[in-house]
């Protein structure tokens, strides 16, 4: 199984956190991302996305089809992602795009073993997978301002 972890790219302050919209620079920054992940990901890929507005703008500038979870919003834990996903069971790639520090806390659980405070920033995507053995590695980590 391989994970990428999109991280929702630059939104607007806001009292309604779920409602925030993306900033022009967000809208930017997705597009430019979105255009990267379509060239890279299989198209037997699982897009989830948090209900967040922030995050399905953000998964909508990857132009396919996606699926907004509960198990990704901003109150979510790393275990209910896990369970969501069916990691590291699933034969597909999966792709979540949402929130920090929550795909900070997943990345560090599937690579250390424990929560940890690890940044993933807004628009960067991390491509995680393991080998036969289950031993989780990084595949690739990109974020908009490399792209083409």
Known sequence: MELILWRHADA???????????????????????KW???????SCRI???PAVRCVSTAEALGRKFKTHAAL???STPEQIIAAINWPDSRETVMIVGHQPLLGE????????E??????????AAWLAHDAEH???????????FTK
């Open 37 to 43: 992940l379509d060239r890279h990901l299989p198209g």
């Open 12 to 34: 607007a302050p806001g009292e309604d956190d779920a409602a925030r919209p993306l900033t022009a620079k967000g809208v930017k920054q997705a597009a430019k991302m979105g």
């Open 73 to 75: 919003s901003v109150d």
């Open 48 to 50: 989830l996305a948090s």
């Open 135 to 145: 031993k989780v590695y990084v595949k690739a980590w990109m974020g908009p301002g």
């Open 115 to 124: 929560k940890k405070d690890l940044e993933i920033r807004k628009a960067h």
């Open 106 to 113: 997943l990345m560090a659980m599937l690579l250390f073993g």
